[in-house]
Structures are given as structure tokens and as C-alpha cells.
């Protein structure tokens, strides 16, 4: 008499999890809370945290971190001038500069799962400033590149280094692009408002971004 116990199924007659079928492909089966099967993004499973923070003396144009081999102002004092407010193709920076950033490098394609912002602005407590996170990749043969932004958004100190100001970010809802590819170095860069006689100009501001990486990759 042929046996139906699990255990002694050849291959061929394993039935497949439930709900394989309606999911989506890169899952992977997981237990919920309440005890019932979901099918997971593998970028939820497999992840790794970044931490990117600096300080910043404000400018009108955006600034970015002082390279490695400046042993005074690296890796946090964020006092290169980008050279504009925006950031875009338009203003490219020499390759081995953004190349000697202390900045995390991700190792696989991976998507941004979450990030969050702390700060402190020593400034007026009206006034705000932005912190954009982007990404570099490296190009071979190219002397200048620019920086892609991942997101650009606008956050308030309240006239105290003391005082941490913390933002939870939306995704994909805060960000320009979620998507980071092997290779890619991540960094801060922050600029500041002038709203009239409001501005953030010359003021002081810690920026600390928390970003978790999600992989879909083996």
C-alpha cells in the first residue's frame, strides 16, 4: 500500500507552499504574527543599515563631505562647495573627488527600505534647511561625474545644537529614486533656505541619515 506521509514523497509529488502561485516573484514564504503564511520581499529579509553624518556650516549652494585625504576636515565636516542649489548633470564634480568621500558602498543591487533624519540647527528656530542623500558610481575612464539624488528634503533645527530634530521618510513617496546599484558610494549633502529675512545661511547644522538597504540577490 503506497504511503502519502510527507516524509516519504518522492520529489516529483511535493506539492508547492500555499499561495506560491499568487506571489510575486524574489518572496520567500514567512510566518505572520497572528500565525498565518505571507509571502516577503527578499529586500525585507535580507538587509544592512547604513549611517551617514556630518556637520555642515550652511551656504546657499549645496556642500558635500571633504575627502579622506584631508586629515583635518575628513570624513564629517561637510565643507565642499558643490557649486550650485541644484543637483542635476548639469554641475559635475571631478571623479576621484566624490571617489575619496568616506561613504558606505553597497555591495549588491539593493532598494531603499527605510530612512529616517536627525538633526540639529543652531540658526533661527524658523528656519529650515535641506539635507539630500545621493549616490555616486564609479565610471571607468570618466575624470567628473555627478551625483544622483535619492532624496531632497526640507527639515528644521530649533536654535540648538542640543535639540535633535528626527524625520521618518516615506518610501517611495519622499524620494526621487529608491534604486542603488553595486558599487555605488552613499553620501549627505545639505544646502540652506533663505526665505526673506529668514535664512539658515551660516548657521551650524549636525546631520545624522539612517538608511536601511533592502537585497533581492542570493
Not at 516577503?40 to 538587509?47: D, E, G, P
Not at 561613504?103 to 539593493?110: H, T
Request: glycine share 4%; hydrophobic share 35%.
Amino acid at each position: 500500500m503506497a504511503s502519502n506521509e510527507h516524509a516519504y514523497l518522492s520529489e516529483p509529488n511535493l506539492h508547492n507552499p500555499k499561495g506560491l502561485s499568487l506571489a510575486t516573484n524574489d518572496t520567500l514564504c514567512s510566518k505572520s504574527n497572528s500565525g498565518q503564511l505571507e509571502w516577503v520581499s527578499k529586500s525585507y529579509i535580507k538587509t544592512d543599515t547604513i549611517v551617514n553624518t556630518g556637520y555642515c556650516t550652511l551656504a546657499v549652494n549645496y556642500k558635500y563631505p571633504s575627502a579622506t585625504d584631508n586629515n583635518n576636515k575628513a570624513p564629517f565636516d561637510m565643507n565642499q562647495d558643490y557649486g550650485s542649489p541644484v543637483i542635476s548633470s548639469a554641475t559635475v564634480v571631478n571623479q576621484g573627488t566624490f571617489f575619496k568621500i568616506f561613504s558606505p558602498c553597497a555591495s549588491q543591487d539593493a532598494v531603499i527600505n527605510r530612512c529616517r533624519i536627525q538633526v540639529t540647527n543652531n540658526g533661527n528656530e524658523e528656519s529650515t534647511f535641506y539635507v539630500a542623500l545621493v549616490k555616486y558610481t564609479p565610471i571607468n575612464s570618466a575624470t567628473t561625474v555627478y551625483p544622483t539624488v535619492l532624496f531632497e528634503k526640507e527639515v528644521q533645527g530649533l536654535a540648538s545644537n542640543h535639540i535633535v530634530m528626527t524625520t521618518d521618510l516615506v518610501v517611495p513617496t519622499d524620494f526621487t529614486n529608491t534604486n542603488i546599484s553595486k558599487g555605488d558610494h552613499i553620501f549627505i549633502m545639505a544646502k540652506a533656505v533663505v526665505n526673506g529675512e529668514i535664512t539658515s545661511v551660516e548657521s551650524v547644522s549636525n546631520i545624522t541619515v539612517i538608511t536601511e538597504l533592502g537585497y533581492s540577490t542570493n
